[in-house]
């Protein structure tokens, strides 16, 4: 199993950056996958959830309304779609596949002027 995150980066308050999670090594399209986050010295938190079709999700709700979770089964990649980033969405952001407890090296979000 492995679990590669891409996209993250600086930007400025306000900003908009989409995460990409590539799969590799089983069926992605029949897990449940996560985003979680990270800041130093804290717990990660989980981010968004979304089943295994796509049909359903749920983001954490200081994120409601702002990120959104997606994925593509036939691309075996996960999105996140984040706007109107504020200073503490600031973190480390992880894909994360449930069973088995499989985690990707994470990638970094800043959002700062």
């Known amino acids: 199993v492995q679990l590669v995150e891409s996209g993250g980066g600086l930007v400025q308050p306000g900003g908009s950056l989409r995460l990409s999670c590539a799969a590799s090594g089983f069926t992605f399209s029949r897990y449940v996958m996560s985003w979680y986050r990270q800041v130093p010295g804290k717990e990660r938190r989980l981010v968004a959830s979304i089943t295994s079709s796509g049909n359903r999700s749920d983001v954490a709700d200081s994120m409601k309304g702002r990120f959104t979770i997606s994925r593509d089964n036939a691309k075996n990649t996960m999105y996140l779609q984040m706007n109107n980033l504020k200073p503490e969405d600031t973190a480390v952001y992880y894909c994360?596949?449930?069973?088995?407890?499989?985690w990707g090296q994470g990638t970094q979000v800043t959002v700062s002027s």
């Open positions: 994360y596949r449930l069973l088995g407890d499989y």
